[in-house]
């Protein structure tokens, strides 16, 4: 099952729900072989009763022996809330391969991996499911549900997305802390071509409002080691500044940036509490849905 | 400054060879879109900035090498202006030589000399040569006019015959211990007949400038005897081959003209000639018999009617008349021929008179070597003891003697009078 996770393969399949459920089918499949993974109404531990606490979840069985009130907690008894927060700036449609060859756009990437985890989290664990597209404004917010035709609306959202403008993080971001009131999981896609500093800074309060974060870092192989065979003229997608380069220093340099950008950018952000995952656009998205099913493990 | 050869200028067009490869033919980069410069920062500006200022450089070189290229076969001189005199020296060539006696033309060259000398700055050095027969010098570069002026008017009009040739080399050798620049001051009459064979002979180094000051504008006509042919050995008076002399007389930029030549021997006018000269050709004169006394006798072909040049009028040659001297040719019996090749190759070739005594071998058992001028032994295989011991006391007392080994000489296995055999020789 493997192949339906390859983003190659993924690309030549035109439908995001058929998209969504041959990726979330397949990992499941997968899934179901490791004694890691389980949710639903799986027994997890008992805790004492203390005032406040849901008198329907009360194991009155253990009451009736021991006179003792507790609690029986299972796994991923209580619903999650998955908030998608898309980059849909003009560097996201940046791709090394040709049409129909090669990895996808790193915004087509994006876009499965956003729509897996819409599938994964509403129709395997009925969590609700919300998304925000940004550029440097807030393009779209589908405020996070469980509601009949929610799975729709997202994957509409996700089709409409086309990358435009540059990437501005602090301006979304303090809508998105304005709207999400209840904790969940924050999962942010997007190529960071920020400050890491500037990225941690702008997200980081979102984890003082107690969200689970997570920053998939969604890279095209050729910009974390580009091959160049000769001097070329680069334009930059966003701004449209144009300079040359050498192969020399593509070779050189840039790969060493490269690298210190990634390992300064998730340094920070797992010293800020937020989980971090670099994704390559030529590798499968199961590392993708394992993060999300990692963290909802964990009682988000 | 100025071009010897400023058709090459046209040669500067080429210079749009590197601005074409530079600037037309700029290197094309197809546009290639990435997510970020963000990593492409300062560094990357410079290394490329640095690229371009390599090509910026090259393009200079390139473009100072065409132009180089080009103006180096216009072949640019600078002129340089005459402020600097202090620094150069002043070289004065005043010919002396034969021709420079006709006329004025001497006191002219001098005078003039004399004039620049004076013109020259004090500080300034000079130097002075004579150009005669050779290149003469007469004073070493200094300031001191009164050294100069006294060189220069001790200077009198010789016998010689000047040649550029000869200036050229002086003044060549003069350059190699001399710094700095020379103006050479040629006083002359500049006559044709001063060239030297070898054009390359007259080749004046770099840092010598020369200034040609003539003295003669017309050449005045000139009759000469250019050559006189005359026997120097002179046996026998009434010999109509030998007894004889021819002379050649020439004239320079002369009209057509009758001319008397007469002969002179030991002073006495022997014979009297006249004849018609074309105008600037020649004309020959023969005078025959030639009597003249024994022993030598001092002779003088002599050009009647004054010119510009008396001194080429005559032409002295020494006639010696001497009873013939007598040469034993001694041959192998039997062998008559090779008196008569000696004979007629010794008559032919030496300029003096001889008689031929021609004897076989066994048949100078009397003869006295010692009255000959030299003897001959042509193949001769032996010879009378008597004889042969008289050679031997002759030659010891420097009397001459030619052995001529022929096909006979193989045969014996000793050379007489050699004291060898053949293979030894």
Redo the contacts between chains.
């Keep these: 099952m493997q192949r339906f996770l390859d983003p190659a393969v993924l690309a030549s399949i035109s439908s995001l729900d058929l998209l969504a459920k041959t990726v979330v089918d397949g990992f499941v499949a997968g899934l179901h072989r490791s004694p890691d993974f389980g949710f639903s109404q799986e027994f997890a531990e008992y805790r004492a009763y203390t005032p406040g606490d849901d008198l329907r979840h009360v194991d009155w069985n253990l009451y009736a022996r021991t006179e003792r009130t507790y609690l029986k907690r299972y796994r991923g008894e209580t619903n999650s809330q998955l908030t998608v927060l898309l980059d849909a700036s003009n560097?996201?449609q940046?791709t090394s391969g040709a049409a129909s060859v090669g990895p996808p756009k790193?915004m087509d990437y994006a876009r499965f991996i956003a729509a897996s985890l819409f599938y994964l989290a509403i129709r395997n664990q009925r969590d609700a499911a919300g998304l925000i597209v940004f550029d440097d404004e807030l393009r779209e917010f589908i405020r996070p549900s469980t509601r009949q035709g929610q799975l729709a609306r997202l994957f509409g959202a996700l089709e409409a997305a086309e990358p435009r403008a540059r990437t501005d993080f602090g301006k979304p971001l303090l809508h998105f802390q304005n709207m999400l009131h209840r904790r969940g999981i924050a999962i942010v896609v997007s190529?960071f071509?920020e400050d890491p500093a500037t990225v941690v800074r702008m997200i980081e309060p979102l984890r003082y409002r107690g969200h689970e974060v997570v920053l998939f870092h969604v890279l095209?192989p050729q910009?974390i080691r580009p091959t160049l065979k000769g001097?070329?003229?680069?334009?930059?997608?966003?701004?449209e500044?144009?300079?040359?380069?050498?192969p020399?220093?593509a070779k050189t340099?840039?790969i060493e940036?490269?690298a210190a950008?990634i390992e300064q950018l998730g340094t920070r952000a797992r010293a800020a509490g937020m989980e971090y995952r670099l994704l390559a656009t030529d590798q499968p998205l199961d590392a993708a849905l394992r993060e999300y099913l990692t963290l909802r493990q964990e009682g988000n | 400054m100025g071009f010897l050869a400023p058709w090459f200028l046209a040669g500067l067009a080429a210079l749009g060879v590197p601005v074409f490869v530079h600037l037309l033919r700029k290197?094309v980069?197809?546009?290639?879109?990435?997510?970020?410069?963000?990593?492409?920062e300062r560094?990357?500006?410079s290394?490329?900035r640095h690229?371009r200022l390599r090509h910026l450089l090259l393009f200079a070189l390139r473009f100072a090498l065409v132009l180089l290229v080009v103006v180096a076969f216009a072949e640019p001189y600078i002129r340089r202006p005459a402020a600097d005199a202090n620094g150069r020296l002043l070289l004065i060539v005043l010919d002396d030589s034969f021709s420079m006696r006709a006329g004025t033309r001497f006191v002219e060259a001098k005078q003039q000399a004399l004039s620049l000398l004076a013109a020259k700055p004090h500080a300034q050095r000079a130097q002075v040569m004579a150009l005669g027969g050779q290149l003469e010098v007469l004073t070493q570069p200094t300031a001191e006019d009164a050294q100069l002026r006294s060189a220069l008017e001790g200077i009198e009009a010789g016998d010689g015959h000047a040649g550029f040739g000869e200036l050229g080399r002086g003044i060549r050798t003069l350059s190699e211990s001399v710094q700095g620049p020379i103006d050479l001051h040629l006083f002359s009459d500049m006559q044709r007949t001063q060239m030297p064979e070898n054009f390359a002979d007259m080749v004046l180094p770099g840092n010598v400038t020369l200034l040609l000051h003539p003295v003669a504008k017309d050449a005045p006509p000139n009759w000469t005897v250019e050559s006189v042919d005359a026997p120097a050995e002179l046996a026998d008076p009434k010999d109509p081959k030998r007894s004889r002399v021819k002379a050649v007389v020439v004239g320079f930029h002369t009209p057509a003209a009758s001319k008397t030549v007469s002969l002179v021997v030991n002073g006495r006018t022997l014979a009297t000639r006249k004849i018609d000269v074309p105008a600037n050709g020649r004309a020959t004169v023969e005078f025959a018999p030639l009597d003249v006394g024994y022993g030598f006798n001092r002779c003088e072909v002599r050009l009647d009617g004054g010119d510009a040049f008396p001194a080429d009028d005559a032409s002295v040659f020494a006639v010696r008349r001497s009873d013939p001297e007598r040469v034993l040719f001694v041959h192998a019996a039997g062998e008559t021929r090779s008196t008569l090749y000696f004979s007629a190759a010794l008559s032919a070739a030496a300029p003096g008179s001889f008689v031929l005594q021609s004897v076989a071998a066994e048949q100078t058992a009397d003869l006295d070597p010692t009255r000959y001028a030299f003897v001959v032994l042509s193949d001769a295989e032996t010879l009378p003891s008597l004889f042969e011991h008289g050679l031997e006391q002759y030659v010891s007392k420097g009397g001459g003697v030619l052995i001529a080994l022929g096909t006979g000489a193989g045969r014996h296995a000793r050379i007489p009078l050699w004291q060898g055999s053949v293979r030894q020789a």
């Design positions: 560097s996201m940046y790193k190529d071509y095209d910009e001097p070329a003229l680069l334009v930059d997608l966003e701004t500044e144009t300079i040359e380069v050498v020399e220093y340099t840039y940036r490269m950008h | 290197h980069t197809t546009p290639r879109p990435v997510s970020s410069l963000m990593f492409f560094g990357l500006q290394s490329t690229r």
